[in-house]
């Protein structure tokens, strides 16, 4: 009977992706006999209050463990009484490093997924770039085979349903006549020529007067585009665009058994319990801040003032998401006052410290931007040093430091929050204007690129550095529920293919900010 329970506990632990040591183990089978026939429903309660902890590791031990034990046991707490010990507001929230992300390849011969299961270096070989631009590739390659646009025509007829639209490869382009639809990367190979290139070979394009779709078109991109070979040896693009997006129900259907989003797989039956809580939880709200300046004067009042609003509410907020920049200036080489950075992370840590009901019901999630310290600008970005944000710590223990980009997972809702100045990078890398035929908004525009890519930042690494062997932690496949874009632009929000986006504007320049409703997905644009 031990034998069957030590297989339990640690089956439940796992789809809630928690990792148990032996003494965390030992410290639970004592506790579950005091239950005799409702063993199941006391490990639901004690997995449902543990996830109100602030944990430092989903690797479990012994002190963990029984901090939860001694209050469920204090409690007295039954097995009947397991819906209402998840209503708390940090009963749902996960939170994910962008360096735990799982590492999946697609192989175009099985068609299947692959898990990366050996060491990711952070300084990778040569091979990595090139396994970089052949993993993006192959993600949007897989997602367009199933199109049935692009499907290949049934019983060898020349055409299906929906107009013969079927991608040929580079390769096959020589010597060819007539129109054809090609997939590929636009890519830079000689100064001032622009090519198309796909796993088999490169061809020159010439997109002048080609018709693109709404997006931001740049080097790195993966298009499709139907043209014609010339007698010169170059494609003519007749028309342009990006892949088509696949519901995001569709992707999750086909690859149930994968966790791309790295937040743990969960069973069906467990999906369908967060999913009925998840509908409960109307009172959630996040609040979302970009650029807290914290050597500004103005910032640190106008900070002040949204902190006391929401103390007084009747519900406060259960997150709150402070994106960088922390400081006006990049903390760069030529920037010597670090130690000025700490004592002012220590006087927010103080501000924040003095709403006694946010600081008891809330939690605090820090993102670092694009100028703010680290070892490079280089993404994924690590967390803040912990020698800045150590005085903060002393006043708000229940302070979160992830890296950016970082995911959140609220009940079966998955949330990307991403801060990098990406729309003025995006239009800056522009090869040719954007079409305004279905909108003129930029941040519309940087929407349906990154969606439609499937990936955040899908500039060129000449602009924009990845770690070669993190690039998937940029992949948005499935497409999660809802993206935040810190950006320093105008704040915005848009429902893109049931896809919520927003920016929450620079709070230190306009004094904009986001309250957002993760049960109804609404986004409320706020400032002071």
Request: hydrophobic share 40%; charged share 20%; glycine share 6%.
């Given at each position: ?10 089956k ?9 040591k ?24 004690l ?49 994910i ?17 692959v898990?990366?299961?050996g ?19 192959l ?8 199109d049935?646009h ?6 060898d ?9 079927q ?11 007539g ?11 000689e100064?001032g ?10 061809v ?12 931001f ?40 058994g ?14 369908l ?7 409960r ?12 300046w ?42 010597s ?8 992370f220590?006087?927010?840590g ?19 931007g ?10 994924p ?19 979160l430091f ?5 995911r ?55 602009i924009q550095?990845?770690?070669?062997n993190?690039d998937h ?19 915005k929000?848009f429902n893109?293919?049931g896809?919520t ?14 309250a ?13």
């Amino acid at each position: 009977m031990s034998g069957a329970m030590r297989k339990l506990i640690q089956k439940k632990f796992k789809m809630r992706g928690y990792t148990l040591k032996v003494e965390a183990l030992n410290e639970i089978l004592p506790f579950l006999s005091k239950f005799k026939d409702a063993e199941d429903e006391a490990l639901d309660l004690l997995l449902d209050e543990l996830q109100h902890q602030s944990l430092k590791s989903s690797i479990l031990d012994k002190e963990s463990v029984s901090r939860v034990v001694s209050l469920l046991m204090e409690a007295e707490a039954a097995a009947e009484d397991t819906p209402a010990s998840t209503s708390g507001s940090g009963a749902a929230l996960r939170v994910i490093n962008a360096f735990v992300v799982p590492k999946y390849r697609y192989d175009p011969i099985k068609k299947m997924f692959v898990e990366h299961t050996g060491r990711l270096p952070i300084h990778g070989d040569a091979s990595a770039k090139a396994i970089l631009y052949r993993d993006r590739f192959l993600l949007l390659f897989q997602r367009l085979s199933r199109d049935p646009h692009f499907s290949r025509p049934a019983f060898d007829t020349d055409l299906s349903q929906f107009g013969n639209c079927q991608i040929s490869p580079i390769q096959s382009l020589v010597g060819r006549t007539g129109r054809c639809w090609v997939m590929g990367v636009i890519s830079q190979l000689e100064d001032g020529h622009f090519y198309l290139e796909d796993l088999s070979a490169a061809v020159e394009i010439n997109l002048t007067n080609a018709k693109i779709t709404t997006g931001f078109f740049s080097e790195n991109t993966i298009v499709l585009a139907e043209g014609e070979m010339l007698l010169n040896g170059m494609f003519q693009v007749k028309t342009c665009g990006f892949p088509p997006l696949e519901d995001r129900d569709k992707s999750s259907g086909l690859f149930s058994g994968i966790d791309f989003f790295g937040s743990g797989k969960l069973a069906k039956e467990e999906t369908l319990r967060l999913a009925e809580l998840e509908t409960r939880a109307v009172n959630d709200m996040f609040v979302v801040l970009s650029d807290i300046w914290l050597d500004n004067e103005d910032t640190m009042k106008n900070l002040q003032t949204v902190l006391d609003g929401y103390e007084n509410v009747e519900v406060v907020p259960s997150l709150f998401v402070f994106m960088g920049n922390f400081c006006s200036h990049p903390c760069n080489l030529s920037f010597s006052s670090y130690s000025t950075v700490r004592s002012q992370f220590g006087k927010l840590g103080q501000i924040i410290g003095a709403h006694h009901r946010l600081l008891e019901h809330s939690r605090f999630l820090f993102i670092p931007g694009p100028n703010d310290a680290g070892p490079s600008t280089v993404l994924p970005r690590p967390p803040l040093p912990n020698y800045l944000t150590e005085e903060l710590q002393k006043h708000v223990p229940n302070a979160l430091f992830l890296s950016n980009p970082c995911r959140i997972k609220f009940y079966t809702q998955e949330i990307v929050f991403f801060r990098q100045d990406l729309l003025y990078r995006m239009r800056r890398s522009c090869l040719m204007p954007p079409s305004s035929e279905e909108t003129s908004d930029p941040f519309e525009h940087l929407v349906a690129t990154i969606t439609h890519q499937s990936h955040l930042c899908p500039l060129p690494l000449s602009i924009q550095p990845v770690i070669w062997n993190y690039d998937h932690c940029l992949h948005l496949y499935p497409t999660p529920h809802t993206i935040v874009l810190g950006d320093k632009s105008e704040q915005k929000a848009f429902n893109y293919t049931g896809i919520t986006c927003f920016n929450p504007g620079s709070f230190s320049n306009d004094s904009t900010f986001v309250a957002y409703r993760p049960c109804t997905r609404e986004v409320e644009l706020s400032a002071l």
